[in-house]
């Protein structure tokens, strides 16, 4: 709550609040343009309905993706046409219309009666099969103009090499589109056969963005490198925020999804227009070059094409988070990128892939279903941690009293995340720099963390090299001089005889009270109250910290070791992996069982790119 609204906060620092009165700002030279009538008309007699549930799919599965070019102008440099020009034939040709149905005729439809039905179930309304009040009113909520329910992607796709534009190929669960599909949706190879019958070429004209595909074996394409290009088009600015917000926002939107996958964003706003992966742009009715219009019916505010471009509906009155009024653009834009990367809508509370807009009540993160559908498609992160350990600090609480709290942070390089295992995730907004949240320690590769207590003190200290820092944790800084009149940083030979630096890790074990530093393959335990190494060490790890299952040991070289509050037992962390101590009285004392991806203990722990990484989220 605290972090929410300290983001708020710096949120309306830099946007102050808009008025809703709408201004003009110039857009790209040929400003002003007319505007349309501001919202579309409302849908409410079953013609209108009838076309609604047709247009997104939910008489049949409207075929959204990789259309061929047939019709279209051909693409300018800065703006690909989208080749959806079927989806207009889509539209324009609804089974109903060709009869000119009444009103009455249509109400006794037996397919719109069905298709209204299933958009009623969807949308967890009474399924009555009849153009009800709250079905009227569920069809007004301003929407995402990506039909509901799709042609599966790569219908009559031709397989290619990912290995074609030297792309880092990712593995793809296939398993994800199954998942997203729904039941009635066609497959691909009845889909094939429909379009035969149409007449539609069996081979059909696929988009330069199927160069970025990786096809092989996966039923759901992906981009298939992990640096994505977007940029915010010229000609296509909104007039309801300024270019920096809506650039800002942009960055947020695209950062939010990088801090669950393994896929980097960058704006890029001066490489040819063809090497980037991602465009958008806001505009209203025809815009763009887009051959899909937005429409004079119901409210669309975007639409987006999988591996493609993000097109905003300018009609609609984009708004900054903090803003109460308006479609908030970031909200939007999460939503559109959630298309792009792949995802389809989903009927989930807390998704952000809902169709229609929810007002965003100040609070805008990705949910738990959000997570795990683009991870099915992307993977989970992984890396190397330079150190990891949890930080217990005070602060006061609601009634002034000091309480102690504590996170558990992973450090990489010069980032940082903070992890709440309540809820198995990181925070919001890391990770963070480790010169904007830690002050006065080294800004990259600390190799070790520890905290300790005696009886009436504690100790936080961070180590590099040969060198170690205390840390104020009442102050959040490092001190340049202790209480007990220490200058730091200091060498750690001179506060630890006998440790001479540099280490691996070090923790502090509660049991006896003594202090372990790792290097190599050795331990060396430390008395706290004699401040001597104690006799016997180093002593090999293997031997101190024996595997219960012989061979699945770390055996040296170790990234942390670090006491959890949460877990109440041992980490020992390298490389990808992590074993913990055996709390079982049946093991040996201080038993390592057998090691598991630390991505299966500790989710969503993901780099940025790097021109992302000083947004201020926290
Ligand atoms: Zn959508
Ligand atoms: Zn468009």
Redesign the pocket.
């Given at each position: 709550m605290i972090r929410t609204l300290e983001f708020l906060s710096i949120f309306f620092l830099l946007f102050p609040p808009i008025s809703p009165e709408r201004v003009s700002h110039p857009r790209d030279p040929a400003d002003p343009q007319p505007k349309a009538e501001l919202h579309g008309r409302p849908i409410l007699t079953p013609k209108s309905a009838q076309r609604y549930l047709w247009k997104y799919g939910w008489v049949e599965p409207v075929n959204w993706e990789s259309q061929p070019l047939h019709g279209n102008p051909p693409p300018t440099e800065e703006n690909v046409i989208?080749p959806d020009r079927p989806h207009q034939e889509h539209l324009e040709k609804t089974p109903f219309d060709s009869v000119s149905p009444t009103d009455l005729e249509l109400t006794l439809n037996p397919r719109f009666n069905g298709a209204l039905r299933r958009f009623q179930e969807a949308n967890k309304l009474e399924v009555t099969g009849r153009l009800d009040a709250a079905t009227i009113m569920a069809m007004n909520v301003p929407r995402c103009g990506v039909p509901d329910h799709r042609v599966p992607e790569g219908v009559g796709a031709q397989p290619e090499d990912p290995e074609e534009n030297g792309s880092t190929t990712l593995s793809i669960n296939s398993e994800s589109a199954e998942e997203n599909r729904d039941t009635y949706e066609e497959s691909a190879e009845e889909y094939q056969e429909r379009g035969q019958a149409l007449g539609l070429p069996a081979k059909r004209q696929v988009r330069r963005k199927r160069s970025q595909l990786l096809k092989a074996g996966a039923k759901r394409a992906a981009f298939s490198k992990l640096t994505l290009k977007w940029r915010l088009l010229g000609e296509g600015y909104s007039v309801w925020l300024s270019k920096e917000q809506q650039r800002y926002i942009l960055r947020l939107a695209f950062r939010m999804w990088s801090e669950v996958v393994p896929l980097n964003f960058q704006e890029d706003l001066s490489s040819p227009a063809q090497l980037i992966d991602i465009k958008l742009g806001f505009?209203t009715r025809r815009?763009?070059g887009?051959s899909?219009l937005f429409d004079d019916m119901g409210r669309e505010f975007a639409?987006a094409w999988q591996l493609g471009d993000i097109?905003f509906n300018d009609d609609e009155h984009f708004v900054p988070p903090n803003s109460e009024h308006g479609i908030s653009l970031l909200k939007v834009a999460v939503h559109e990128i959630g298309h792009v990367l792949g995802l389809s809508h989903m009927n989930h509370l807390g998704s952000v892939m809902q169709p229609n807009y929810i007002p965003a009540n100040g609070k805008m993160e990705l949910g738990w279903t959000d997570r795990r559908a683009i991870q099915k498609i992307y993977g989970k992160c992984s890396g190397r941690f330079s150190t990891v350990f949890d930080w217990v600090h005070q602060e006061p609480d609601d009634l002034g009293h000091q309480v102690s709290h504590y996170n558990t942070y992973f450090f990489r390089r010069s980032w940082y995340w903070r992890y709440e295992n309540s809820s198995n995730r990181t925070w919001y907004g890391y990770p963070q720099e480790l010169k904007v949240g830690w002050e006065g320690i080294p800004h990259a590769d600390i190799d070790a963390f520890l905290h300790f207590w005696t009886r009436n003190k504690r100790f936080t200290f961070f180590f590099k090299g040969k060198l170690y820092w205390r840390y104020d944790d009442q102050n959040d800084r490092a001190y340049r001089q202790d209480p007990e009149g220490h200058i730091y940083p200091r060498l750690i030979s001179e506060g630890f005889p006998g440790i001479g630096g540099p280490i691996d890790t070090v923790f502090y074990d509660q049991r006896d009270h003594n202090i372990y530093f790792f290097h190599g393959r050795n331990v060396t335990a430390f008395g706290v109250e004699s401040q001597k190494v104690l006799p016997g060490y180093p002593q090999a790890i293997e031997d101190e910290f024996p595997a219960v299952k012989s061979g699945d040991h770390p055996k040296g070289n170790l990234d942390a070791v670090y006491f959890s509050f949460s877990h109440k037992t041992i980490f020992f962390i390298k490389g990808s992996y992590v074993w913990h101590v055996a709390t079982s009285a049946d093991l040996p004392y201080n038993s390592l069982l057998p090691r598991y991806p630390i991505n299966e203990q500790w989710t969503d722990i993901c780099d940025v790119h790097p021109s992302m990484l000083s947004m201020p989220r926290r």
């Open positions: 989208h505009g815009h763009l887009c899909q639409h097109h």
